[in-house]
């Protein structure tokens, strides 16, 4: 598989948000820190989501074509 594949990418952020949501969790950062942490969690998440309806949109796309009824 290569490495910009969605799943690939989707597991790279997803690794990165539990980083920054587990230093963020530790408590042990001065606020500018915890502060820049939390923008990058925010984007993180962001992209995240995206990618996953992004694959959800293509699912629905693939019943649709297969004759299933889309949710």
Same mark, same amino acid.
């Given at each position: 598989?290569?490495?910009?594949?969605?799943?690939?990418? *989707? +597991?790279?952020?997803? %690794?990165?948000?539990?980083?920054?949501?587990?230093? /963020?969790?530790?408590?042990? =950062?001065?606020? !500018?820190?915890?502060?820049?942490? *939390? +923008?990058?969690?925010? %984007?993180?998440?962001?992209?995240?989501?995206?990618? /996953?309806?992004?694959?959800? =949109?293509?699912? !629905?796309?693939?019943?649709?074509?297969?004759?299933?009824?889309?949710?």
């Amino acid at each position: 598989m290569s490495e910009n594949t969605p799943v690939a990418t *989707y +597991e790279t952020l997803y %690794q990165q948000l539990q980083e920054v949501v587990n230093r /963020l969790e530790a408590g042990t =950062l001065p606020l !500018e820190e915890s502060l820049h942490l *939390y +923008e990058q969690g925010v %984007q993180l998440a962001a992209a995240c989501q995206h990618l /996953l309806d992004t694959a959800e =949109l293509r699912i !629905e796309q693939l019943q649709v074509g297969m004759g299933e009824p889309a949710d």
